[in-house]
């Protein structure tokens, strides 16, 4: 039996991981049984390779070492976590996947999506997303979010300037007509109630096909 995955996407401050801590809540609340993970991470190796790739401190990191590490993280998490909870059935919903790479490393790094998709290929074969919402929200409103946000871990890609923020929501913008069966674009610049019933409603078709109903 196959199962379902699912990955969130957005820019900083789009309010991606409290929706996601929403839909876990939710999804316990009605006795669905999902996996909720993260990349880059999920598991230890992933989560130490997050580390590097994330400290504030390595200003010298290439962009294309940025983009392998990122995919070694994926490949990673991919083995060890999604694709046996997938091969059991399970349904996976997983903060970050692919799309990240494209457009952060390819696009607002200018490595191209091309080139990243092949790395991506290598790493992940056809493990892609049966479904993707991606909360869109401006750069400057998202990094205002941010900053606001004292609890938050600020990282060194959230450091980047706001003209790089602006080219990974294009890149996203990109990705949508790209892919536009697989990915829901949400505006995410509304209240989390309004935005958590939009992603209820984008996910409801999925869960159904899936005999269970959200
Ligand atoms: P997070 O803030 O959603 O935990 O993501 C960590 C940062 O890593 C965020 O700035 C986006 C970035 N990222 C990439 O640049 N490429 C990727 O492939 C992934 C998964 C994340």
Do not use: W
């Not at 349904?91 to 998709?117: K, P, W």
Request: hydrophobic letters at 40%.
């Amino acid at each position: 039996m196959k199962g379902l995955f699912i990955t969130f996407e957005g820019p900083e401050g789009a309010g991606k991981t409290t929706i996601v801590e929403a839909l876990k809540r939710y999804t316990e609340a009605n006795g669905i049984s999902c996996i909720y993970t993260r990349e880059p991470g999920g598991i230890s190796i992933s989560e130490q390779i997050r580390d590097i790739i994330l400290k504030e401190e390595n200003t010298l990191m290439d962009g294309k070492t940025e983009a392998l590490l990122f995919a070694a993280s994926r490949r990673q998490h991919l083995v060890e976590k999604v694709i046996p909870a997938l091969k059991s059935g399970k349904i996976v919903v997983c903060d970050r996947f692919i799309d990240s790479s494209l457009v952060y490393q390819g696009y607002a790094r200018n490595l191209t999506m091309e080139s990243v998709m092949r790395v991506n290929s290598f790493a992940i074969g056809e493990y892609m997303p049966d479904i993707t919402i991606y909360l869109d929200i401006d750069p400057e409103l998202g990094l205002s979010r941010i900053s606001k946000n004292t609890g938050r871990e600020i990282n060194r890609l959230d450091l980047e300037t706001l003209d790089f923020h602006k080219k990974v929501r294009e890149g996203y913008k990109l990705l949508i007509k790209e892919f536009p069966d697989r990915i829901i674009e949400i505006d995410a610049s509304k209240d989390m109630e309004e935005v958590f019933e939009a992603v209820l409603t984008a996910l409801r078709g999925s869960f159904k096909e899936f005999g269970l109903s959200l």
